[in-house]
Every structure is written in structure tokens, then in C-alpha cells.
């Protein structure tokens, strides 16, 4: 399935620049565009009961203050892994702007292609809040308007909430409770199965319908940034193994060969939430206790965006270097803050942010009409941008598997040993 995946991908991009040279589009995109949107939209359509499900099982099944102490160590692994990567971004990417081989007039021509207007979602407009409104939203006022508005952090915590009282009711209440969340996490997941069964064909017409509506000009005019924002994802994702081996304690052929099945999904699907299935039977098969990583994991395929800090500093600093747009360190400091918190809030799905983190570019001075023609490109990188979140998910597993595991010692003997003479 992930190979037909890859060759429905390669396929669509062919067949989309066809369209595209012959101008023969109204006919067939509106039928492509369906056909992805269906799609997306029946993966949407389980994320959050799927992973809601799994945090409740999760924290009703283990210690409870073992599996919230998991929990936010995973958060404080993953905000170490977005700062880091906002440093090495920071780091590297002026000097190679300066050498960039980029023409003004080439710049010209793009912003003469960018589109008029953009549609600014709900939860975009929603977000540009004072850093009190996130605060108070972690607690949901209204779980279905959370869950309508796709608001996955405060009903994450309402799950531990949930899975922490189960704790102090009847065990024989609690025993029938967690009998149906299991069984509706497990249906679930079957689920999810049926729909990558369709995933060949969705990959085909997202592609095509992407490629017939830019063409190859404008992949070629904005390469070299994609191949900026995509090395650098790439060497991070090589960073994450040695960090892996020494603080997850474990070998390198045994994490690579972990990683190498949910990286293929992401490839194929750009989804983290479709490559779940694949990450916890790697997060089984890496670790003696897989107990940690069934905790993790279907929380981290939401919420954890390793990739957030390094996409979206490098796609910031480039737009503010060739539309040469002054920006101080304050307002970086406060563009990373915005995109950190936003990270938390997106589902696992593919076709990037959808501009949930427009308000974070015009704040830090970029303009509306470049950060939506780099929203053009999302596809391309968005593959990167998923085989850096998949794998920084099964490290953060790992890792914290390591340190929240109790150390194997010898018993001490009952009989003190005493020496007749």
C-alpha cells in the first residue's frame, strides 16, 4: 500500500503538469478536488475520537501519576526539540541567504502571480490573542464546540481528566468504562485502515490538482526555497538519531529500523495521524516496555510538530530578507511564541497549516501576499516537514521510556548469609 501510495503521488504530479500545459482543467480538477477532499475529510473525521479514545484507555490502564508524569515530560522533551531547532535555523540560514542565487526580477514576477485574497480561517483570526486568552482555553468551556473547532489541546486535557477520575470510581464501573473505550479506540483503528486503503488514489488527485493549479514555473521560480526549508528538516531528522541512541539508550540499527516503516507512511500520505498504526507496533517493537510508548504516541501524532519551529523561522527569515522587511529580535522571539502554542492545536493530517498561522507572519511584518505564495508549495515540503514528525515522535518515546522506566535491580536475599565455621 505505500508503494501504490508513492506511485499514485508520482503519477498525479505527471498528470496534474499535463493539465496544466494543455489548459484543459475545468472538466477534470473539480472531480480531483472531490476526491481529495473526501479523503482528508474521512481521515478528520476519527482523528479526534481516535486519540481522545487511546488517552483515556491510556490513563485509566497505568499508574496515574506515572502516566501524567509521562505525559508532561514528553511536552517538556518536545518544547526542547522546537527550540533547538528555532537555533539551528537561526544559525544557519542568514549566511546562506546572502549567498542565495535569487533575481529581483524573478522576486517581481512572484509577487505578480500571487493571488488578490486569501481566506483567513476562524481559528486564525482567534489565535492573534493576548497570551492569557490561550491560558484560560486550555480548560474547554464547551466540549462540542472544542471539538468542532478542532481545538485538540483543551480536549486532551479533558481526556486526562476524564481517564484520572475513572481512577476513584467502582472497579467494577471503571472495568465496563474501559471495556468500551477500548473497544471504541480498537474500531476505530480499523477505521483508520480502511481508509489508507483509498490512499493511492487520494494521493493522486491531491497532487494533480496542486500541480495543475501552480504549474512547473512556479515550482522552478520557488525551488530553491523549498530545497533550503527541506535540508534543513532533513539534517535535523539526521540529528535525531545520535540524540536518540544516547538519551533513549538504545542501538542505532534498532531505532533506524523502527523508524524506517512510519517514515515510508509519511511519505506516501504526508499524515502523522496515518502513520499511528505503524508508529506504536515500531514503539512495541523498539522498547521492552511498550506500555510508555502506547501513552505517547497517539497524543504525539496531534499534538507534537517537531517540525514547526524549523519550517516556519526558515520560511519567516527568507520572506523578510527578499522583501527586505526589517524585524527585531522582540518580534522573532514573539513569532516563535505564536507558532510554538499553535503547534498544539493542529491535528496530524496532511495539507499543512491551512494559514492557521497567518496572523504570526503579519505580525513579525511579512507580507500577506508572500506568505501565501509559499503556502502554495506546502506539499512539497509538507513531506519533509511529516517524516521530521513521525520520527521525532518515536524518539520522544523512546527517550522518555528510558527515564520513566524503574531501573531492574537484583532482590536483596531474605537469609542473611552467615559463615559456620
Not at 503521488?9 to 480531483?32: D, I, K, Q, Y
Not at 468551556?141 to 468542532?148: G, I, M, T
Not at 521492552?288 to 526558515?314: I, Q, Y
Amino acid at each position: 500500500m505505500t508503494l501504490l501510495s508513492i506511485v499514485g503521488l508520482a503519477a498525479g504530479a505527471a498528470f496534474g503538469g499535463a493539465l496544466s500545459a494543455t489548459g484543459r482543467t475545468t472538466l477534470v480538477l473539480p472531480a480531483l478536488q472531490v476526491c481529495g477532499t473526501l479523503w482528508m475529510n474521512a481521515l478528520r473525521m476519527v482523528a479526534l475520537p481516535l486519540a481522545l479514545a487511546n488517552v483515556v484507555c491510556s490513563m485509566a490502564n497505568t499508574g496515574t501519576a506515572r502516566a501524567a508524569g509521562r505525559i508532561a515530560g514528553a511536552i517538556a522533551l518536545y518544547l526542547v526539540m522546537l527550540l533547538f531547532g528555532a537555533a539551528v535555523v537561526w544559525t544557519v540560514v542568514p549566511p546562506l541567504l546572502h549567498r542565495a542565487p535569487i533575481d529581483r526580477n524573478a522576486l517581481l514576477q512572484m509577487k505578480a502571480s500571487t493571488p488578490e485574497s486569501v481566506s483567513v480561517s476562524k481559528e486564525s483570526r482567534k489565535s492573534d490573542g493576548a497570551p492569557g486568552d490561550f491560558v484560560t482555553a486550555l480548560v474547554p468551556r464547551n466540549l462540542v464546540r472544542s471539538a468542532a473547532n478542532e481545538e485538540f489541546l483543551p480536549l486532551v486535557i479533558f481526556a486526562i481528566l476524564f481517564g484520572l477520575a475513572m481512577q476513584r470510581i467502582d472497579p467494577a464501573d471503571r472495568s465496563s468504562l474501559t471495556r468500551l473505550t477500548a473497544g471504541l479506540s480498537q474500531t476505530l483503528m480499523v477505521l483508520v485502515r480502511w481508509i489508507l486503503w483509498f490512499s493511492p488514489v487520494a494521493m493522486f488527485a491531491l497532487v494533480a490538482t496542486y500541480t495543475a493549479a501552480t504549474g512547473s514555473r512556479l515550482l522552478g521560480i520557488l525551488g530553491w526555497f523549498v530545497l533550503l526549508e527541506c535540508g534543513l528538516m532533513l539534517g535535523y531528522l539526521l540529528l535525531l538519531y545520535p540524540v536518540t541512541v544516547l538519551a533513549g539508550g538504545i542501538s542505532l540499527r534498532t531505532f533506524a529500523k523502527a523508524a524506517s516503516g512510519p517514515q515510508m507512511v509519511a511519505v506516501s500520505t504526508r499524515s502523522s495521524l496515518a502513520a499511528l498504526p505503524t508508529l506504536l507496533d515500531a514503539g512495541d517493537r523498539m522498547t521492552p516496555n511498550p506500555e510508555t510508548s502506547r501513552v505517547l504516541l497517539p497524543v504525539a501524532v496531534n499534538m507534537f510538530k517537531v517540525n514547526r519551529t524549523t519550517s516556519a523561522l526558515c520560511r519567516a527569515l527568507v520572506i523578510l530578507y527578499f522583501w527586505s522587511v526589517p524585524a527585531s529580535a522582540a518580534q522573532i522571539a514573539a513569532f516563535l511564541s505564536t507558532v510554538i502554542l499553535l503547534s498544539f492545536s493542529d491535528l496530524g493530517l496532511p495539507g499543512g497549516t491551512h494559514f492557521r498561522t497567518l496572523p504570526a507572519y503579519l505580525a513579525v511584518g511579512c507580507p500577506i501576499d508572500a506568505v501565501v505564495l509559499f503556502e502554495t508549495l506546502e506539499p512539497f515540503s509538507d513531506i519533509c516537514k511529516t517524516v521530521l514528525n513521525v520520527t521525532g515522535d518515536l524518539s520522544i518515546a523512546a527517550i522518555v521510556t528510558r527515564w520513566s522506566t524503574p531501573s531492574v535491580r537484583e532482590p536483596a536475599p531474605l537469609v542473611r548469609e552467615v559463615s559456620v565455621p
